[in-house]
């Protein structure tokens, strides 16, 4: 039966070049909306783009590739959450053919971020960025050489829709939008919310879910460097998201508490006036 059962994975197995190749072909992908298609794209729809500083620019460009990636991989990572059947039927040893898919360009994507945090440090160099790609490459691979915890894998990618938001945030400051305007309120609020289901709130169900494989014999049969960059990797992610989500609650809070300072102030200059 053991055999049997390393046989079926290994048959659902993309091989290394397959691999390798959408990894590649994803890093010139997510190259290309930077150098190219963003400051184009961009220019087209704001006028605001074209009048930010050279820094301004890298930056805003790098938001609009973290934006595509996470809705490409975000949608990828639900479809196989809801439909893909055998991760789901099997979390830790499922065909993981779609999983090494979405996955692959997910690595593209960090691997390209990476080269470009690096090659303009100066403007968007954050060590933290490095220590969240790097946890998240080493868990991945894993999944993409060995087709193990391809359920796991992707389930990390949930975390990918809070992104555009985040993002978002930063697009309507460069912009001039103040933080008390309507859209700059709606999004803040949206993305507290959705920061808290996708990287905060999935924390539980996570941890119950290795809890209740961990000591079977398909978890053993992971190895111990597998369970410790499974386990550890995710761990090292998590406390990052609970960091992220205090210091996004409390801008949140203080732009609740500018818009209710705003109203009093209004109401008073009103009461005084009349």
Known sequence: IKESSKTTVSAGNMDSYSIIGIVFTSFLMFQLLFHVVSPWFSAQVTSGFNKLSTQKKIEWNSRIVSTFHSLLVGFLCLYILFFDEATIADPLWGDPSVVQVNLAIASGYLLSDMFLIILYWK????????????????????????????????????????????????????????????????????????????????????????????????????????????????????????????????????????????????????????
């Open 123 to 274: 403007v968007i160099g954050d060590k933290f960025f490095i220590i969240h790609h790097s946890a998240a490459l080493y868990a991945y691979y894993f999944v993409l050489v060995s087709g193990m915890l391809a359920y796991f894998g992707n389930f990390r990618l949930i975390a990918e829709f809070s992104n555009p938001f985040v993002n978002q945030r930063w697009f309507l400051e460069v912009l001039g939008y103040p933080k008390s305007s309507k859209a700059n309120i709606i999004n803040g609020v949206l993305m507290t919310v959705v920061f808290f289901i996708v990287r905060i709130a999935v924390i539980p169900p996570f941890y119950s879910h290795i809890y209740a494989v961990f000591g079977t014999e398909a978890f053993n049969r992971l190895g111990f460097a597998a369970q410790s960059a499974w386990i550890g990797c995710s761990g090292v992610l998590d406390v990052m998201n609970v960091m992220w989500m205090i210091k996004i609650s409390k801008g949140c809070l203080r732009v609740i508490s500018l818009i209710r300072k705003e109203k009093t102030n209004k109401y008073h200059q009103n009461g005084k006036l009349d």
